[in-house]
């Protein structure tokens, strides 16, 4: 499949794209927030900086797009063109997320990703996993680290 739009317009379209405070990430602060829950933001002496960090649960939570980390959903999908260019670009991203998440999990922390297309539901498990731990029993993320 072809680009509908010129190259110099497709190149501004992604140099707008932000990195930080996206509205999923926004919608996850906000829910643990009104939950209770006390956060940082973007820790950058942790390996990968994750978006959001819970110290007292020592859990870490990635709110990753879709596109730009390989989710396997419709979104998650790659460019039909310039091939080349997004296979290395992709990879990387997806090498840097697996180094980051087992240097986080050597470290000892959880580590929780929430996927932009699934958002409302990956928050409410999330929410549920923290509840758990509140009560001192500890709850698997597994749906949540897919």
């Not at 990195?19 to 390996?47: I, N, Q």
């Not at 409410?124 to 680290?145: S, V, Y």
Request: charged share 25%; with cysteine.
């Amino acid at each position: 499949m072809t680009d509908k739009v010129t190259a110099a317009v497709r190149s501004k379209m992604m140099a707008a794209v932000r990195g930080k405070d996206t509205a999923p990430e926004r919608a996850v602060r906000s829910a643990l927030f009104s939950a209770g829950y006390r956060y940082r933001l973007h820790r950058s002496d942790l390996p990968g900086s994750p978006d959001i960090v819970l110290p007292s649960y020592r859990m870490a939570v990635f709110v990753h797009g879709c596109f730009w980390h390989g989710h396997d959903c419709p979104r998650g999908q790659r460019p039909g063109s310039n091939v080349q260019f997004w296979n290395v670009k992709l990879d990387r991203t997806l090498a840097r997320d697996r180094a980051s998440r087992a240097a986080l999990e050597a470290l000892g922390w959880t580590v929780a990703i929430v996927w932009e297309c699934s958002t409302k539901s990956d928050i409410e498990r999330l929410l549920i996993c923290l509840a758990t731990r509140a009560q001192g029993r500890d709850l698997p993320l597994t749906e949540l680290t897919r």
